[in-house]
């Protein structure tokens, strides 16, 4: 969401004289230019990458037997094919293993959600439809704002199921992590798996991933 522009005038009676209150408007009404560009570029990101023609995916999540909702997500397969592909697959099942039945086992509120250890299921493991794990394939695309999947990793080349979606920007994360698609709908559910997480990340319910596939 877009913030309110701030009136400029409620600040601008601490200066006695109206040149030094006329400069400080000029410079206060820039700095919310400026600061409107930024964050409807932020806005405007996922909307520049999306294309008609990359996959889009779901999740069903649930707390417990609790219904979270759906959410949905677009795949980078014109940036990043061969991650795009491994998210993909592993969300159909088509190769025999997938996501469904997994959790998200790492939740940290205002930071991300991760989940996708599909074997051992408690943050340790992990498998990708190349084997078990493969290369970074490039960091076009960077941690600019929430609602974006990356790939977790254990270092460099280390890709396998482990995934996270990003709930503010985490600019740290860069030239580190794979992003590779974004939520297209259903911010509200990964809100609602936020809600559940800690600063350790550890979560208070378990958040289960009850259905996935290709829409």
Same mark, same amino acid.
Not at 54 to 64: G, H, S, T
Not at 187 to 202: A, C, N, P, Q, R
């Given at each position: 969401m877009l913030m309110e522009k701030p009136k400029w005038n409620s600040l601008a009676v601490r200066f006695k004289t109206k040149e030094t209150a006329d400069c400080f408007k000029k410079k206060f009404e820039e700095c919310q230019q400026n600061l409107l560009k930024f964050q409807k570029g932020q806005v405007s990101l996922t909307a520049e990458l999306s294309k008609e023609t990359?996959?889009?995916? !779901?999740?069903?999540? #649930?707390?417990?037997d609790?219904?979270?909702?759906?959410?949905?997500?677009?795949?980078?397969s014109h940036i990043v094919p061969k991650t795009a592909e491994n998210f993909r697959a592993l969300c159909t099942g088509e190769k025999g293993f997938g996501f469904k039945n997994? $959790?998200?086992?790492?939740? *940290?509120?205002?930071?991300? #959600?991760?989940?996708?250890?599909?074997?051992?299921?408690?943050?340790?493991?992990g498998?990708? *439809?190349?084997?078990?794990? !493969?290369?970074?394939?490039?960091?076009?695309?960077?941690?600019?704002?929430?609602?974006?999947?990356?790939?977790?990793?254990?270092?460099?080349?280390?890709?396998d199921s482990q995934f996270f979606i990003t709930l503010q920007k985490v600019e740290h994360l860069d030239f580190k992590h794979v992003v590779f698609g974004f939520v297209k709908d259903g911010?509200?559910?990964?809100?609602? $798996?936020?809600?559940?997480?800690?600063?350790?990340?550890?979560v208070s319910r378990r958040i289960i991933i009850i259905e996935c596939g290709q829409i």
């Open positions: 990359n996959p889009v995916v !779901f999740f069903d999540v #649930c707390a417990d609790e219904p979270l909702g759906r959410i949905t997500m677009e795949l980078f997994s $959790i998200f086992r790492r939740v *940290i509120p205002g930071f991300i #959600c991760q989940g996708g250890d599909i074997t051992k299921h408690d943050g340790t493991g498998r990708s *439809i190349y084997g078990d794990k !493969f290369e970074d394939e490039n960091f076009h695309v960077k941690h600019a704002g929430p609602g974006l999947l990356s790939m977790a990793n254990r270092g460099q080349d280390t890709n911010m509200d559910t990964v809100k609602k $798996i936020e809600s559940f997480g800690s600063l350790k990340g550890s």
